[in-house]
Every structure is written in structure tokens, then in C-alpha cells.
């Protein structure tokens, strides 16, 4: 069994969640994404998982995994349209995308986190054919030189965003649409009023508020849009929007009522950008 050895209070800690909200949802009577791999890891790691039930939507499973369905369903219309692609999955945690996905062999996948992170990745899955794992920071430039530079390239970047800098986040974008000639940045975002609460409850209450605060919101994307040469937005959806998903009938409606206040159905906005 692989051992976490993490503390919720460090940003590496928050894929333990997403990963553990993606079980419950796997394990559920009608789930929303079915992530057997996220059930299995969750299985095989050593880790007081109680420990992570918390109220609220970023800890519900079904907000979760309508936005895993979302960056996957973002993720195979470009591999539909570009056999050939490079995929960089940043801020990948144990998400299992990659299997899930299951592309065509001229598919080229670099799965990539911070060294601990990939660490405990390497426990649980391998590289392979067309699949690599890499470990790196978004905030240094090293890791972007392993990639090859051709071809049509789709940067993931789920649930990474909001822990790093603006002035962070500018530089990684310029850095990615340097590096390749043409392709897609996803990427998701909370709305601004999150980001402040998440900051509040970390500055008043930081033994409660363990996980890290947020740093950046939507409302910074379009700067860092227009500031990064060639790029462009095509699509920006709330992820409960997409309720119809849920095979549940009082899921959808839970999210339905949810969607209807515009504050909550703008609570983490998915992004879609091309360069
Ligand atoms: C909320 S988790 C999301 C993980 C995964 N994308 C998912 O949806 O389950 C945030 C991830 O970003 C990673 N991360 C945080 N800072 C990072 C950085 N500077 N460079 C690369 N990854 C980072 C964390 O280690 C963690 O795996």
C-alpha cells in the first residue's frame, strides 16, 4: 500500500481530495464521471481519507466530477480533431485522465506535478507507450524543455490555477505558447468571491481553513488572456451548467436550484483558449 505522507495544509495535499471526491463518486449508486481508477487509488493509498469530509461545493463529489467530465469531454474533441496531439496535463495529481481518455497510439500524454506528487503517482501507475510522467513546477521553466515543441499541443490545467500567483499564472501562459506552435490551454477558475472567502477564512481561522488559499480568480483571466501573444478564449462554462449530466434525478434538480443563483453557478467557471 502507498502512503500519502502529506498534510492538508500543503498544496500538494489538495489532489488527496478532488482524487477522494472522485471515488465517492465512482462508488455512488448513479455517478456522474465513474472514475474506477480514482475508486482503486483510493483503495491502494494509506490515508486517513475521514479525515477530508467537509461540507461545501468544492468537497461535494458530483461539483467534482462534473468538471473532470467537462476538461474530459474538452480533452477528446481535441484529440477527435488532432490525432497526432501532445497532452500536458498540469497539476495532474493522481488523476487518472489519461486512462480514462484512452487515446489513439500518435497521442503523446505528459502527465506532470511536483516531485512528491509524482512520487506517489509512480506507486500507482507507469510509463508507457506515449504516456509519460514528469516531475516539475509550473512556476519553472525546466520541465516545458523534455516536451517536444511540434505539432498541435492541449494543455490541461485543472484545479492548479487558483493556488498560484497572477503575476505566476501570466508567466506559465507565456512560457506554454512560447514553447509550442499551435493548440489549447484548459483550464478552470473560481469565481472572485470564492477566492476572497478562501483568503478571509485563511487569514482569521488558519487552523480550520487547512487547505491552501486561493490566489487568483476568473476575474484575473482575462488580463492574463490578453497579456499572453496569440491567445484567444472560445468557450468559459460554469461547470453546474452542466447538471443534465447527472444521472440522478435529485442530483440534477439539487444543482438545477444551485445553477439558478448566479453567484453559486459561478462558482468555478471551466475555460477553453487557443493559440
Ligand atoms: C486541486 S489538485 C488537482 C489535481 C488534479 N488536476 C485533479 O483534478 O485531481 C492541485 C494539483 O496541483 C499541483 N500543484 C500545485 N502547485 C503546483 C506547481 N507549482 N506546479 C505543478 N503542480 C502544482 C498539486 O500538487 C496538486 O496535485
Not at 498544496?11 to 465512482?26: E, F, I, P, S, W
Amino acid at each position: 500500500m502507498a502512503s500519502s505522507g502529506m498534510d492538508l495544509t500543503d498544496v500538494r495535499a489538495t489532489m488527496l481530495r478532488t482524487l477522494h471526491l472522485r471515488a465517492l463518486d465512482a462508488n455512488s449508486p448513479a455517478p456522474v464521471l465513474g472514475d474506477r481508477y480514482a475508486a482503486e487509488a483510493v483503495r491502494r493509498i494509506d490515508y486517513d481519507w475521514g479525515r477530508l469530509a467537509k461540507r461545501g461545493l468544492a468537497n461535494d463529489c458530483y461539483a467534482v466530477a462534473l468538471r473532470a467530465n467537462r476538461f474530459d469531454d474538452l480533452a477528446a474533441g481535441f484529440l477527435r480533431r488532432h490525432a497526432d496531439a501532445a497532452v500536458i496535463d498540469l497539476g495532474c495529481g493522481l488523476d487518472s485522465r489519461a486512462f480514462r481518455l484512452a487515446p489513439g497510439s500518435g497521442v503523446r500524454w505528459f502527465d506532470i506535478d511536483l516531485p512528491e506528487v509524482v512520487e506517489l503517482r509512480r506507486r500507482l501507475y507507469a510509463d508507457g507507450d506515449g504516456y509519460r510522467m514528469l516531475a516539475g513546477s509550473a512556476t519553472d521553466p525546466r520541465w516545458l524543455r523534455e516536451l517536444p515543441s511540434d505539432g498541435p499541443t492541449l494543455v490541461i490545467i485543472e484545479g492548479l490555477l487558483m493556488y498560484l500567483s497572477p503575476a505566476a499564472n501570466r508567466e506559465l501562459f507565456r512560457r506554454l505558447t512560447e514553447h509550442r506552435t499551435t493548440g489549447e490551454i484548459v483550464f478552470d477558475g473560481v469565481a472572485p468571491w470564492v477566492a476572497a472567502k478562501s483568503r478571509v477564512l485563511k487569514r482569521c481561522f488558519p487552523r480550520w481553513h487547512r487547505a491552501p488559499a486561493y490566489l487568483t480568480s476568473q476575474r484575473d483571466y482575462p488580463g492574463i488572456i490578453a497579456e499572453t501573444p496569440g491567445l484567444r478564449q472560445i468557450t468559459d462554462v460554469g461547470v453546474l451548467t452542466d447538471t443534465h449530466r447527472a444521472p440522478d434525478p435529485s442530483v440534477r434538480r439539487y444543482y438545477g436550484l444551485l445553477g439558478k443563483v448566479a453567484a453559486i453557478e459561478n462558482w468555478m467557471r471551466v475555460f477553453r483558449t487557443a493559440f
